[in-house]
């Protein structure tokens, strides 16, 4: 259900509430094991699909020469979320473990260059989130798992329309994402990220992508926390890591048949 209201030409108002159920796949429901992590978890033929509710005003705004700004402010009720906890038969796995409430700022701007540099242009996206989630093994309110945060990526892009050309670079500034199992938790940082790119088409009629990725390298430091039994039991130790992971390049040929 949505209401939208065309303020003026350049700016239009939107409300809205919308509600989905989630997908399921085979892998939520079998048994796992991660041998690099010590980490073994149990299947549940139980679960089911969890359901959210969003609530969301947003701001549409176009002006001449192409600039455009996007920001979307949200709510959401998710009910039946699924996480990782002590299943009845005393082994962790995933179950739907409860209610919880995710809120935030989404925003996409484009900016053009044209007046500055023929066929530039900056895209921004950036998504603040934040969430409340009530425990069940600990009783204690926490983000629920895999929120990352901040989410932010830059986007600099020229077309050089006669030859044919495009070139351009992305920059992620770091974020962390959160991701809690019965017995641990774990919190995966990644440094910033700087990835290149230039593309053709003016070759045997077919396009030509090369990137480089990981610019400079690029960091994956993880803190991972231990409990005994689960994490209401006593805190047994940290495990830290500091990865690196360093440039690499691809080249893609790609074409429509």
């Known amino acids: ?45 139980d679960l089911g699909p969890d359901q959210t509710w969003r609530a969301s005003i947003t701001a549409d705004l176009r002006l001449p020469r192409g600039f455009a700004l996007n920001a979307q402010a949200f709510h959401e009720w998710r009910a039946d979320v699924l996480e990782q906890v002590i299943l009845p038969s005393g082994v962790p796995g995933l179950a739907n473990a409860g209610s919880a409430r995710v809120w935030g700022i989404e925003t996409e701007a484009a900016l053009p260059l044209s007046g500055f540099i023929k066929g530039g242009l900056i895209e921004i996206s950036a998504n603040f989130r934040d969430a409340s989630f ?27 329309s006669d030859a044919r050309i495009a070139w351009g670079m992305t920059y992620e500034p770091a974020r962390r994402t959160s991701t ?56 047994i130790g940290t495990e830290v890591l500091d990865r690196e992971r360093g ?11």
């Open 134 to 160: 009530r425990d069940p093994i600990t009783g204690e309110t926490r983000v629920v798992t895999g929120l990352a945060n901040p989410d932010i990526a830059i986007d600099f892009r020229q077309d050089l």
């Open 180 to 235: 809690v199992f019965a017995n641990e938790s774990i919190i995966d940082r990644r440094g910033r990220r700087i990835t290149a790119f230039a593309e053709t088409t003016r070759f045997f009629g077919v396009k030509m992508r090369l990137e480089a990725s990981n610019l400079f390298q690029t960091r994956f430091p993880r803190d991972r926390q231990l409990f005994a039994s689960d994490r209401s039991g006593a805190f």
């Open 1 to 45: 259900m949505a209401l939208t209201w065309q303020a003026s030409g350049s700016v239009q108002l939107r409300a809205a509430m919308r509600r989905t159920v989630g997908q399921l796949d085979f892998n939520d429901f079998a048994a796992s094991a991660n041998a690099e992590d010590d980490r073994l978890l149990a299947g549940n033929p």
């Open 247 to 257: 440039e690499f390049v691809t080249f893609t040929i790609s074409d429509q048949f």
